[in-house]
């Protein structure tokens, strides 16, 4: 059974750091291109980061500069690295995992950022 579970979310204060992880299980996250996107209560879900199979990344604008992603294919595991993070960086963020005809989410996990 494929499995990606979030983890890392929290309360933090404006200006905080965050690490968000999404661990795979029943397969290997090295095949697919992950992203991290987001979804904030009345909004639709928004990209935040995207990496690809080949290690090339991309960043919504609002997050550039702030944010890293990244991935372990050895521990099967990729993260998101948020920095200076703004109460409008509070959503739930969800991990996604993509090849050309299949995509799988993750549960997601709360990041609350208060002012």
């Known amino acids: 059974q494929v499995q990606f579970v979030e983890s890392g979310g929290g309360w933090v204060q404006s200006g905080g750091s965050l690490r968000l992880s999404c661990a795979a299980s029943?397969?290997?996250?090295?095949?697919?291109?992950m992203g991290w996107y987001r979804q904030a209560p009345g909004k639709q879900r928004e990209l935040v980061a995207v990496?690809?199979?080949?290690?090339?990344?991309n960043y919504a604008d609002s997050v550039k500069g702030r944010f890293t992603i990244s991935r372990d294919n050895a521990k099967n595991t990729m993260y998101l690295q948020m920095n200076s993070l703004q109460p409008e960086d509070t959503a739930a963020y969800y991990c996604n995992a993509k090849l050309p005809m299949i995509a799988y989410w993750g549960q997601g996990t709360q990041v609350t950022v208060s002012s």
């Open positions: 029943g397969t290997m996250i090295s095949i697919y291109t």
């Open positions: 990496i690809t199979s080949g290690g090339s990344t």
